[in-house]
């Protein structure tokens, strides 16, 4: 069955970095594009960052661009989230996610599976 | 960048009755919309793609209909494990993917 597991998460001060990791089994990772999704608490969802299955093509919200970057090693199974110069306002539960496909068609942005998320707090 | 707006912020129903969940996109998404259902503690789950379209084992108490900017979640009869929050997201023009605020779906 699909499995994503997020790790990395931890307490940083502002200005600090974070490497959030997100392991993936029982699917063809290298074929799926994939997302980094975040939740601050009590919120609701923000998308933070894409990565098309080859690692050619990478977006990111506004919120983050230049400061976070997504990336993936496709031998190894796993999407990686690097943060860096983090604010007060980035603390939350970061996801990881799929883009779903369905009979040999991919429904790019719409996220069929979900990591359980990995919570970085930003505190002084 | 398109603003996905819900309402109401809280639906109260009761056990068995039909609940309906409002999206609008500030802009047209045609039919590139997507609902997820969110407890507490626990990531999103994907109920419906495509506006209508039901995830791999939804039940068929939950539908999806709308195209362009209004669009509607439909639970038919509530089940105990339907009280949660659901989220709209347009997949149409991005980046940005936007999310609508939310909807809670709680026991009257």
């Known amino acids: 069955q699909v499995q994503l597991v997020e790790s990395g998460g931890g307490v940083v001060q502002p200005g600090g970095s974070l490497r959030l990791s997100c392991a993936a089994s029982g699917f063809t990772f290298s074929s799926f594009g994939m997302h980094w999704v975040r939740q601050a608490p009590g919120k609701g969802l923000e998308w933070v960052a894409f990565?098309?299955?080859?690692?050619?093509?990478?977006y990111y919200a506004d919120s983050v661009k230049g400061r976070f970057t997504i990336s993936r090693d496709n031998s190894k199974n796993t999407l990686y989230l690097q943060m860096d110069s983090l604010r007060v306002e980035d603390t939350a539960v970061y996801y990881c996610?799929?883009?779903?496909?369905?009979?040999?068609?991919?429904?790019?942005?719409?996220?069929?599976?979900w990591g359980q998320g990995t919570l970085g707090t930003v505190s002084s | 960048e398109i603003v996905m707006t819900q309402s109401p912020a809280t639906l109260s129903v009761s056990p068995g009755e039909r609940a309906t969940l409002s999206c609008r996109a500030s802009?047209?998404?045609?039919?590139?919309l997507a609902w997820y259902q969110q407890k507490p503690g626990q990531a999103p789950r994907l109920l419906i793609y495509?506006?209508?379209t039901r995830a791999t084992g939804i039940p068929a108490r939950f539908s999806g209909s709308g195209s362009g900017t209004e669009f509607t979640l439909t639970i038919s009869s509530l089940q105990s494990e339907d009280f949660a929050v659901y989220y709209c997201?347009?997949?149409?023009?991005?980046?940005?993917?936007?999310f609508g605020g939310g909807t809670k779906v709680e026991i009257k």
């Open positions: 996610a799929k883009d779903y496909c369905s009979g040999g068609r991919c429904y790019l942005g719409s996220l069929d599976y």
């Open positions: 997201q347009q997949y149409n023009n991005w980046p940005p993917l936007t």
């Open positions: 990565i098309r299955y080859d690692g050619s093509n990478k």
């Open positions: 495509g506006a209508s």
């Open positions: 802009q047209s998404v045609s039919s590139y």
